[in-house]
């Protein structure tokens, strides 16, 4: 976890509602991330260093959570998450091509932001919507059927959006 | 209140990734600025299958069936057909040129069978109402006032009903399991939605379409096997059917058919969600137990079995979504009606996501023994830009290639496994004669190699060994040597690994190289690829007799590396190349030559 900016953070109320809330459930860990996750977009040192007081957990078991699941992250994304789905079928019709467009268009690898902070590029396992293969989202908002040439396009429309 | 139309819009993720909202209510808008607003129902559906043409919407009674449907179509819908008694024409589905509305006059229809999928795509999922309008909650009814536990089983039984989740296990059995131990102080219910497999979607379909048949089959398997609690396990990734299942429960429980005296007896269950968090290991359900449980999501040596030893130490009947929503149907309409579809090891059906290669991509439901030439060319529809049929894989990373020899083999259990795949969850992606099959092992033990927990060596090592030789294969380095280590390493993982990722790792290596072995030795001995996808063995060339000069390839070659005056010949630079392909597509000629 990088320890950078560790002082802005603090547990918000409504995390704080959440956690007491969860704090005597069995296996409650995963959900209490996954709130956290929801409140900040991922997780942050102090907020961890945090939850393992309130809840009686050693940092490093959370550490260890945190790291065996792909969903959780430990830095903060760009504004903006493009998501490229290498499902099987997306891969088939050439989401390769597409993640390879978008390291071009943004200069940054898969899992990486840009230094503006605007842009991260992730791959993403199977979005589930095999009809409109190949399948990317931004935010959420999906885009599909995507050609490489449609790219520059869809990176423009959210830049500074 | 009478209706005298029903529309029907699918709110599967497909169509709702593709505007299906803003369609549902511009036809609310439309309706009632035509005044009509009273006599059509406008109901937002679960998934109705055929994602290739969404966003469907269907209008009842007249059985009209448009597709791929704009939002500003809206309008016409309802001013044409809801207030004019016309059919909208032009956003009717076509086959063969001709209009074909009623799903038995469509093809993608006309050999599926529908018991699993039953709801999805006729009921709102958000209502509870229109689910026991469909006889739903009956059976739970039927449960807790007619039958015994051991009457449950004993339907189940003869249903011959096998786990949907990838190893067929008989469902029977796993309840009676748990309903067998005495002395437990607690036991769970547990449904496994972690689907996990690339280019599947069954589960997430039957949970936003129809998410009470899963509550229900769970509160009767609470009752057979005497648990009180239920869990499920989704995927974070899938937030409309995690919404939809909230609304579901809630509502159950509003209606006295979840929580304390379920229907006025002393029953009592409840069903709290629990998110995944993107591991593929989890599917297997000793690590899935373990994320429930807020750890790292590992599995445990079987036995104990969680049948007898679960979540947190006590019995747990862990099901997959797809086997629970064939539950209810059972009791109600009875383990005999349901064993005479399918085949005699496999009963009822299997809901297949049919995607890659394929005119019509979708979610499809076809009875156990269908050959697989009925799913890609009756339902199907065949292959795209007339190419040719390469193979199909089933059962996603962990299984392997049906070929175009074997395509009339009737689909079950069995036969899968006589073939070198599994059933898996039921991931159907289909390839024709672009792709290549090393890079699609590849992609696989990719996988795999990402998803492997690391706890046992065997999958720990050995996919990444299988991994590397693989990519060395696909860059021309590959050699005879390779194959053999392909098939030992396969094999040693198959018998060494601690849970099904790992066991299950090599199967799309060792599948498509049984099958496909010239295609491998084509990388080896020859150095190239037929489909041409393996860049490092593809060479771009330009036919001295066909091109014309016409400039087009050196103007889309991104690195300039075409040379060549107008009408003259032109040649690319094999040094420059970065074998993107740009130049073999542009050509109108066929002059770009792919080697």
């Known amino acids: 976890m990088p320890a950078t900016a560790m002082e802005e953070f603090t547990i918000t109320d409504g995390l704080m509602e959440f956690i007491h809330q969860w704090k005597d459930k069995p296996g409650n860990l995963i959900m209490i991330l996954h709130r956290t996750q929801q409140e900040y977009g991922y997780i942050p040192r102090k907020i961890a260093m945090d939850i393992a007081k309130e809840i009686g957990v050693p940092l490093a078991k959370i550490y260890g959570v945190i790291t065996f699941y792909h969903f959780f992250k430990l830095e903060k994304p760009g504004r903006n998450m493009v998501s490229v789905c290498m499902g099987t079928a997306c891969y088939l019709k050439g989401a390769g091509d597409l993640i390879q467009e978008l390291e071009n268009l943004l200069g940054i690898g898969v899992n990486c932001t840009s230094d503006d902070g605007e842009f991260s590029i992730e791959s993403v396992r199977c979005v589930g919507c095999c009809g409109l293969a190949p399948v990317l989202t931004v935010n959420g908002e999906v885009y599909g059927k995507v050609k490489t040439e449609q790219m520059a396009e869809i990176v423009a429309k959210h830049r500074g959006a | 209140m009478a209706f005298n139309h029903y529309l029907l819009v699918c709110g599967g993720t497909g169509c709702e990734s593709a505007n299906a909202d803003k369609i549902y209510k511009n036809l609310r808008a439309s309706a009632e600025a035509h005044g009509v607003g009273e006599s059509c129902q406008i109901v937002k559906t679960g998934c109705f299958g055929f994602c290739e043409k969404g966003p469907i919407v269907k209008v009842l009674p007249e059985e009209n069936f448009y597709v791929e449907v704009k939002p ?25 040129g001709k209009e074909a509305s009623g799903i038995e006059n469509i ?12 709801n999805c795509g ?14 739903g909650y009956a059976a739970l009814g039927k449960v807790l006032t007619e039958m015994t536990p051991h009457d449950v089983i004993e339907e189940l039984k003869k249903s011959g009903l096998r786990g949907r989740g990838g190893a067929g296990f008989p469902t029977w059995r796993k309840w009676m399991f ?12 547990v449904c496994n939605a972690d689907e996990g497999d690339p280019g599947a979607y069954m589960d997430r379909s039957i949970l936003e379409g129809d998410p009470h048949s899963v509550l229900e089959a769970m509160a009767i398997a609470g009752f057979t096997c005497g648990a009180d609690k239920g869990f499920i396990y989704i995927r974070a990734e899938y937030p409309l059917a995690i919404n939809r299942l909230k ?19 002393d029953f009592n269950f409840d069903i709290e969600i629990r998110l995944g968090a993107g591991a593929f290991v989890c599917g297997e359900e000793t690590a899935l137990l373990a994320s429930i449980e807020g750890e790292r999501g590992m599995p445990k040596p ?18 997959n979504v797809e086997t629970w929503a064939n539950i209810p149907v059972i009791i109600t309409k009875g383990g005999d009606w349901f064993g005479s579809i399918g085949t005699a090891t496999s009963k009822g059906t299997k809901v297949f996501a049919l995607t890659g290669k394929i005119n019509n991509s979708g979610l499809v439901e076809v009875p156990m023994g269908t050959p697989l030439r009925d799913i890609v060319y009756n339902i199907g529809g065949g292959i795209p830009d007339g190419k040719k049929f390469k193979a199909v894989q089933t059962g996603g990373p962990s299984g392997g290639v049906i070929t175009a020899d074997n395509i009339d083999v009737p689909i079950d259990f069995e036969h899968l496994q006589e073939l070198g795949s599994i059933m898996g969850s039921g991931g159907m992606i289909v390839m024709d004669e672009d792709d290549c099959i090393v890079d699609v092992a590849k992609f696989y033990l990719e996988f795999t190699v990402e998803e492997s927990c690391g706890k046992c060596a065997p999958c720990r090592v050995g996919g990444r060994k299988l991994y590397n030789i693989l990519d060395k294969i696909t860059k021309g380095k590959g050699t005879m040597e390779d194959l053999e280590k392909i098939k030992s390493i396969g094999n040693a993982m198959k018998k060494a690994s601690l849970c099904g990722l790992g066991q299950t790792a090599p199967n799309p290596a060792l599948s498509s190289m049984h ?46 590396c075409i040379a060549g005056e107008r009408k003259a010949l032109h040649v690319i630079d094999q040094e420059k190349c970065i074998k993107c392909g740009e130049c073999f597509n542009a050509c109108k000629f066929g002059a770009v030559l792919r080697a």
């Open chain 2, 302 to 319: 079987r036995p104990p079995f969680p049948a007898t030893k679960g979540l947190w130490g006590k019995p747990t009947v862990i099901n």
């Open chain 2, 178 to 189: 748990t309903a067998e131990v005495k002395d437990a102080d607690q036991k769970y219910v």
């Open chain 2, 107 to 118: 093809g993608f229809y006309q050999k599926q069978v529908r018991v699993v999928l039953r």
């Open chain 2, 122 to 135: 006729f009921i709102n999922p958000e209502d509870i109402t229109e689910y026991i309008a469909r006889d």
């Open chain 2, 72 to 96: 500003e179509d809206a309008e016409e819908i309802i001013s044409e057909q809801i207030v004019k008694g016309r059919s909208v024409d032009r956003l009717q589905y076509k086959e063969k």
């Open chain 2, 247 to 265: 609304i579901a429960i809630e509502q159950a429980k509003e209606m006295g058919l979840l929580g304390d005296n379920i229907l006025g007896t």
């Open chain 2, 515 to 560: 099958y496909f072995y010239d295609e491998y030795l084509a990388h080896i001995k020859d150095q190239t690829c037929p489909s041409g996808v393996c860049k490092d063995l593809v060479k771009f060339t330009i036919s001295e007799e066909k091109c014309i000069g016409c400039t087009l390839c050196a103007r889309k070659c991104p690195v300039n």
